[in-house]
């Protein structure tokens, strides 16, 4: 398929890369014998239950089961999609990514145009700042110094229509990729003409720094000015249902976020940080999305919504809660600062200061409280229909909270003030608690296990195998896994565990990806071995069985020549 990333290239990159290094750098490990441990970065727990194996070069975490590659830890963690996170891990080795088929253009090298062009957009509105005088006395007039101008890459869009289109390339081509990156927009007449003008600059960057949108905001109100704030369009690179201003920057200076703090706008964000408050982000625009929500809580566990105190600012910190309380796993918390009338963040940090923004922090609201006082806003809790409307209206919203003790605190707080006991089921979601019997350690089961431990163990081995044709629960799979091992040298546990993602039998083999085989790699080579030796021997077993069953039913005289040598031969070798 053209545009494919060869799979040999991906077991080269997996077997080249140090999987402890890359989950390091986002995640504090510790060694822990022959692998490394720590507090799981994809749900909140408090004693250590994450590995990190260099051996198999995978993770595993054993509560609540997230495991895969080095590739697989970027998807999950910085939110990357695959390409993007193969080329991040190729980047640290020095490879170059190929794609099969060469003919058509990949997704990957689009979006390296792509960004290539919203870099140089940022750096051209950068550029035009340093030569507006009414650009950096806006900036001035807000308090932002010259080091915070920098950390954010704040610029200005020069007021023109062909500004950044005669700076970055006028050519067929380059208006096409500045239009898809949604740098240009066409008027009525389908003239292509610069989408910010006279704003000033905030790029927007992804997880790994990289610039995918822009902002902006009007210098003065004007009839043809248009919105007061302009986002960049819906692109390729771009989903603002599913990106945080600023989560790049808190990142920077923070190695493990201790919370964040999500507020409206970009100088709010900016403020902030001007005045040391440094783990505030901003939605783009909009609501805040379960996207947003699980990025957050990936990020930290605990977070804070800051709004406006009046009417619609409430409302948007109802939506943040019903986007919130799907994610609200154990160990997590969300608590709601409403702000005075005529206030903002970045009016109030100027005026009370780090300690003062602080205060007001430290009284948030917690999201339980400010549930049951929405909830309750319009309900009259003396009488028993109001009891059993505000019961009502809290079923499907408590029923999509993770089981956990979360869950079971607001539903004891509903009871108390409502005196109904409610029950409602454990969200979709959810892992049903139940104590697995442990299973028995078949001699399949052992030997699939240990060829997902140690997949170059497969080597040793010369087709064809005679267990294949066992009639056993797992030959199929372990037949598959043998194949698969010889045919791919280069095979880790965790590219073997990738290859089966999707497929009925891969919540099986992570099980026993993390069963414990203690002893050096030689015995355990041996212990394979062995294993594969008694089944070919119970093979052997069954096959005599066949032919024996064949003479009992029919006679001796049922058996071809073939037959009769291979049933003396058997005999031969089973009496041994």
Not at 171 to 179: G, K, V, Y
Not at 192 to 212: A, L
Request: net charge neutral; charged share 30%; with cysteine.
């Amino acid at each position: 398929m053209s545009g494919r990333i060869p799979e040999k290239f991906i077991d080269d990159l997996l077997a080249r890369v140090d999987i402890v290094e890359v989950i390091e750098q986002r995640v504090p490990l510790k060694k822990a014998g022959r692998d490394w441990m720590a507090r799981c970065p994809f749900h909140d727990e408090r004693s250590p239950s994450f590995t990190v194996s260099p051996n198999k070069q995978f993770y595993h975490c054993f509560g609540c089961g997230a495991h895969g590659s080095a590739i697989k830890f970027l998807m999950e963690y910085d939110r990357m999609e695959f390409p993007d996170a193969v080329e991040e891990l190729a980047s640290r080795v020095g490879l170059k990514v190929p794609f099969e088929g060469g003919g058509k253009r990949t997704p990957a090298e689009d979006s390296a145009d792509l960004y290539t062009v919203l870099d140089a957009s940022a750096k051209f509105y950068q550029h035009e700042l340093r030569k507006s005088d009414k650009a950096r006395a806006y900036f001035d007039a807000r308090g932002l110094d010259a080091a915070i101008i920098e950390r954010f890459g704040l610029g200005y869009a020069p007021d023109a229509w062909d500004g950044l289109k005669s700076a970055l390339g006028t050519s067929p081509p380059r208006i096409a990729l500045m239009e898809k990156s949604g740098m240009l927009t066409r008027g009525e007449r389908g003239t292509p003409y610069d989408r910010f003008r006279d704003r000033v600059m905030f790029p927007i960057q992804d997880r790994r720094g990289r610039v995918i949108a822009f902002g902006g905001r009007i210098l003065e109100k004007t009839e043809d000015s248009g919105a007061k704030y302009l986002n960049s369009p819906e692109t390729p690179l771009f989903h603002k249902g599913q990106q945080l201003f600023a989560l790049w920057q808190v990142r920077q200076v923070h190695a493990r976020i201790p919370r964040l703090i999500v507020v409206e706008g970009y100088m709010d964000v900016i403020a902030l940080f001007q005045h040391g408050v440094t783990q505030a982000v901003a939605t783009l625009g909009t609501a805040t999305t379960r996207d947003h929500a699980e990025l957050l809580f990936r990020n930290c566990a605990d977070v804070y919504f800051c709004f406006d105190g009046d009417r619609a600012g409430r409302g948007a910190a109802w939506k943040a809660v019903e986007s919130v309380l799907p994610r609200m796993r154990d160990g997590r918390q969300a608590f709601f600062l409403f702000l005075p009338d005529g206030e903002d963040p970045d009016s109030l940090v100027r005026k009370e200061g780090q300690s003062g923004f602080e205060e007001r922090l430290k009284a948030a609201t917690p999201l339980s409280e400010f549930f049951f006082a929405h909830l309750g806003a319009d309900v009259n809790l003396a009488s028993l229909d109001g009891k059993a409307r505000l019961a009502e209206h809290a079923r499907p919203l408590l029923s999509q909270i993770p089981d956990g003790a979360f869950r079971d605190l607001m539903l004891g707080e509903l009871d108390r003030i409502t005196n109904v006991k409610l029950r409602v089921d454990a969200p979709t979601t959810a892992t049903p608690r139940k104590t697995a019997r442990p299973q028995e350690r078949t001699l399949v089961r052992s030997a699939v296990a240990l060829l997902v431990q140690h997949p170059a163990f497969a080597e040793a081995l010369q087709p064809p195998w005679l267990f294949a044709t066992l009639r056993q629960p797992g030959i199929a799979l372990l037949a598959e896994l043998v194949a698969l091992c010889r045919e791919r040298p280069a095979m880790s546990t965790a590219i073997l565990l990738e290859h089966f993602e999707g497929r009925e039998e891969a919540r099986a083999l992570q099980k026993l990806a993390v069963m414990d085989f203690p002893g050096e790699a030689d015995a355990l080579q041996a212990e394979f071995l062995d294993a594969l030796a008694q089944l070919d021997r119970q093979t052997s077993q069954q096959r005599r069985g066949e032919l024996d069953a064949k003479v009992a039913e029919h006679g001796l005289s049922a058996l071809s020549a073939d037959e009769k040598a291979e049933l003396r031969d058997l005999q031969k070798q089973l009496a041994v």
